[in-house]
């Protein structure tokens, strides 16, 4: 029997429909019903996982899924070891740093000494090294605008698409850090030699997609 290759896709997000569109765009069949959490596609040796984004990484680490599609940005702040198998280019949005609207933004050195609330701090903590900016952090995993505002945070980096939240919390962006699209990521080595060549198939055919769409 052939083996699968396992895809783990975010199950309902922002991620989500883009990258279910790009492996349908490929010929291949699957999608019964929304609630299965597990699926095999009817014509071609690949099964879908769907799960939270945030637990993507960890499964294609720990070999749960061969492949999966993140946002750059949850990949890079889990800081695992794998590889970006291509840059799929939907999902755009950046990580912004955004402050009260009274607050005087003169650059990334007016945030010294500052309490900064963010999801992403590993990224955060990164870029204020890279230009020697120490703040302390304020972790949170949502709702990050609304920190200001309650008292437990100066200025916040969050991930922005349009500013019309930032703008509804009274927080003007001032600078960004980062810029991320989603990328399809897999292990350093596949493992399996059956596994590889089902995915040499997809690429193949995930790149003809792309092309078509550029
Ligand atoms: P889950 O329940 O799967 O953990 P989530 O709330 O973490 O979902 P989404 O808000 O669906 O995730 O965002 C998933 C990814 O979509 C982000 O990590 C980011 O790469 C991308 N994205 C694109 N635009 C935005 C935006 N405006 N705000 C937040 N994320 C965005
Ligand atoms: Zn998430």
């Known amino acids: 029997m052939e083996k699968m290759l396992r895809i783990a896709v975010q199950k309902s997000g922002r991620l989500s429909e883009k990258s279910l569109e790009i492996i349908k765009n490929c010929g291949i069949k699957f999608g019964s019903d929304s609630r299965v959490l597990k699926e095999q596609a009817s014509n071609f040796p690949i099964e879908f996982l769907y799960v939270r984004d945030d637990d993507i990484p960890t499964y294609v680490r720990d070999g749960v899924a061969d492949i999966g ?4 940005n949850e990949y890079d702040e889990q800081a695992i070891d794998l590889a970006i198998i291509r840059d799929l280019g939907f999902a755009k949005c950046r990580l912004s740093i955004a402050v009260p609207n009274d607050f005087t933004y003169t650059g990334l050195s007016c945030l010294q000494g500052k309490r900064i609330a963010t999801s992403y701090p590993h990224i955060l903590a990164g870029v204020l090294k890279e230009n020697k900016v120490t703040a302390s952090f304020v972790q949170v995993s949502g709702s990050v605008e609304v920190t200001p505002a309650v008292g437990i ?3 916040i980096c969050d991930l922005v698409s349009t500013g019309a939240t930032l703008a509804m919390n009274g927080l003007r962006e001032v600078e960004t850090i ?3 699209t989603a990328v399809m990521i897999g292990r ?15 690429m193949l055919r995930i790149d003809a997609v792309m092309r078509a769409n550029n």
Request: proline fraction near 0%; aromatic fraction near 4%; charged fraction near 30%.
């Open 178 to 180: 980062y810029t991320s």
């Open 153 to 155: 945070s100066d200025a």
């Open 188 to 202: 350093n080595e596949m493992g399996d030699d059956q596994k590889s060549s089902i995915l040499k198939r997809l």
């Open 69 to 72: 599609i993140v946002g750059r």
